[in-house]
T-cell receptor, first 111, second 113 residues
């Protein structure tokens, strides 16, 4: 069975400081994992994906995530937050044609 | 903007109305999805059409009825909805295979009065 747990429902950082959004997954096989971002009143946009190649995945807007099989984690990071990063972020695990979403983490960026 | 479009973007309907949501993808994908996004709840998968086979979440009420006439178009027919059905309805498409991500439309904001 597949599931995703996003450990923080809200994260608040100051502009220019690092961002860490945590995600743990459960999967009965080697998973494909994704991070999506949703800005207010918009659809979801793909940030990055892991598909069993390199464990460190780089995405758009300076985000990256590291797949750690031993910890069943896929945390999203960014070295320096920008005001435009304020949004909701979703971690997703895929099983063929089904996608399992975490409950989301709202990122607040303070000036 | 993505290759997935949804119309209308906003819809207000009474509980006795019948309406339909439309989704169209221009990406050549062979799987399409309906999701419901309510405030303070996880994203809920409602229906999947993949390789012309429908897969559904058994907890979705029968007042929601999907239709997928071809691989590019997806509809969600609504009738006798309840106020708790008010939500953002998102459509997505993908290739029905491992490692392929979903592409989302902007959503339809539905309000049931």
């Amino acid at each position: 069975a597949q599931s995703v747990t996003q450990l923080d429902s809200h994260v608040s950082v100051s502009e220019g400081t690092p961002v860490l959004l945590r995600c743990n997954y459960s999967s009965s096989y080697s998973p494909s994992l994704f991070w999506y971002v949703q800005h207010p009143n918009k659809g979801l946009q793909l940030l990055l994906k892991y598909t069993s190649a390199a464990t460190l995945v780089k995405g758009i807007n300076g985000f990256e995530a590291e797949f750690k099989k031993s910890e069943t984690s896929f945390h999203l990071t960014k070295p320096s937050a920008h005001m435009s990063d304020a949004a909701e972020y979703f971690c997703v695990v895929q099983n063929f044609n089904k996608f399992y979403f975490g409950s989301g983490t709202k990122l607040n960026v303070k000036p | 903007e993505t290759g997935v479009t949804q119309t209308p973007r906003h819809l207000v309907m009474g509980m006795t109305n019948k309406k339909s949501l439309k989704c169209e993808q221009h990406l050549g994908h062979n799987a399409m999805y309906w999701y419901k996004q309510s405030a303070k709840k996880p994203l809920e998968l409602m229906f999947v059409y993949s390789l012309e086979e429908r897969v559904e979440n058994n907890s979705v009420p029968s007042r929601f009825s999907p239709e997928c006439p071809n691989s590019s178009h997806l509809f969600l027919h609504l009738h006798t909805l309840q106020p708790e059905d008010s939500a953002l309805y998102l459509c997505a498409s993908s290739q029905a295979d491992r490692d392929y991500e979903q592409y989302f439309g902007p959503g339809t904001r539905l309000t049931v009065t």
